[in-house]
């Protein structure tokens, strides 16, 4: 019998209707799949049933590792291993899809790590991801709400997401307080160009630092003050920073970087 760990985020999925939506919700025959934490591997058995042409699966629990292993036998390749250890770049040298039910103490950690370390080569063609709804609301979110801003901006800098459904409680077991949300996320073939997307981490970061105040102090703080930089790219400093649309904080990054050219 498998306890779930609560410091390991295991809540697993038992909806069979979930889980066969999130596995039929982009093709995967003949494809490299990567699964983030099969844990008792329902999920597991449902992409299974596609046949992918190979199937890692990264599991940081030893117990479930073990498990799986004698669950589905050669048919995975197990990496037991903490997934922020792991250098998704070195995975495969085709595009994986990859579906996770991740945890939800380190799922805004992963999707920001995978997308900043992003070469210009994606490894991924899909990520199928959950998250709790309000973690997904923020990635999600458009430009003057309450939920846009630093997660949502990184997010949309290089891909396309779109939201599959929401998903209760009930669905898991041990159920968990929150409601969750499937993303679909996708690589954009265009994207703006910035050159260390530690910039654009660095900009949001102090951006956002105090939300509900007007840009001006941030602003001045990063660009000493600079006019040209205000007038190019016509900002108002009396603005709030969820205000500013996500072209903007991409242009900011890029203005930024050249700075003292
Ligand atoms: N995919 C399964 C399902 O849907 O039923 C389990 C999902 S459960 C929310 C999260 C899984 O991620 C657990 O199996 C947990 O042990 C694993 N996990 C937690 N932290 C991890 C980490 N840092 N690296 C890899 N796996 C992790």
């Given at each position: 019998?498998?306890?779930?760990?609560?410091?390991?985020?295991?809540?697993?999925?038992?909806?069979?209707?979930?889980?066969?939506?999130?596995?039929?919700?982009?093709?995967?025959?003949?494809?490299?799949?990567?699964?983030?934490?099969?844990?008792?591997?329902?999920?597991?058995?449902?992409?299974?049933?596609?046949?992918?042409?190979?199937?890692?699966?990264?599991?940081?629990?030893?117990?479930?590792?073990?498990?799986?292993?004698?669950?589905?036998?050669?048919?995975?390749?197990?990496?037991?291993?903490?997934?922020?250890?792991?250098?998704?770049n070195s995975l495969s040298t085709e595009k994986i899809t990859v579906f996770?039910?991740?945890?939800y103490n380190i799922s805004t950690e992963i999707l920001s790590r995978w997308?900043?370390?992003?070469?210009?080569?994606?490894?991924?063609?899909?990520?199928?991801?959950?998250?709790?709804?309000?973690?997904?609301?923020?990635?999600?979110?458009?430009?003057?709400?309450?939920?846009?801003?630093?997660?949502?901006?990184?997010?949309?800098?290089?891909?396309?997401?779109?939201?599959?459904?929401?998903?209760?409680?009930?669905?898991?077991?041990?159920?968990?307080?929150?409601?969750?949300?499937?993303?679909?996320?996708?690589?954009?073939?265009?994207?703006?160009?910035?050159?260390?997307?530690?910039?654009?981490?660095?900009?949001?970061?102090?951006?956002?630092?105090?939300?509900?105040?007007?840009?001006?102090?941030?602003?001045?703080?990063?660009?000493?003050?600079?006019?040209?930089?205000?007038?190019?790219?016509?900002?108002?400093?009396?603005?709030?920073?969820?205000?500013?649309?996500?072209?903007?904080?991409?242009?900011?990054?890029n203005e930024f970087e050249n700075l003292g050219d």
């Amino acid at each position: 019998m498998i306890k779930a760990k609560k410091s390991l985020g295991q809540n697993f999925l038992i909806d069979r209707n979930i889980l066969k939506i999130i596995s039929e919700v982009t093709s995967i025959k003949d494809k490299i799949v990567l699964e983030i934490g099969p844990g008792t591997g329902n999920l597991t058995s449902f992409i299974l049933k596609k046949k992918p042409k190979q199937f890692i699966v990264i599991e940081k629990d030893n117990d479930l590792a073990s498990n799986i292993a004698e669950i589905f036998k050669d048919q995975l390749k197990i990496i037991n291993e903490d997934v922020l250890n792991i250098d998704e770049n070195s995975l495969s040298t085709e595009k994986i899809t990859v579906f996770g039910n991740l945890p939800y103490n380190i799922s805004t950690e992963i999707l920001s790590r995978w997308i900043i370390n992003l070469k210009n080569d994606f490894w991924f063609d899909r990520l199928v991801l959950m998250f709790q709804k309000e973690v997904a609301d923020r990635i999600i979110a458009n430009f003057n709400s309450s939920y846009y801003g630093r997660l949502t901006i990184l997010s949309n800098w290089k891909l396309n997401i779109e939201k599959i459904c929401d998903i209760k409680p009930d669905s898991f077991s041990p159920k968990p307080k929150i409601d969750s949300s499937l993303l679909v996320f996708s690589p954009k073939e265009n994207f703006f160009r910035i050159n260390d997307p530690k910039n654009l981490e660095k900009i949001t970061r102090v951006f956002f630092n105090h939300r509900r105040k007007m840009i001006k102090k941030p602003y001045n703080q990063l660009f000493n003050g600079n006019q040209k930089v205000l007038e190019k790219l016509k900002i108002n400093l009396n603005l709030r920073p969820q205000n500013l649309n996500f072209e903007t904080y991409y242009k900011l990054t890029n203005e930024f970087e050249n700075l003292g050219d």
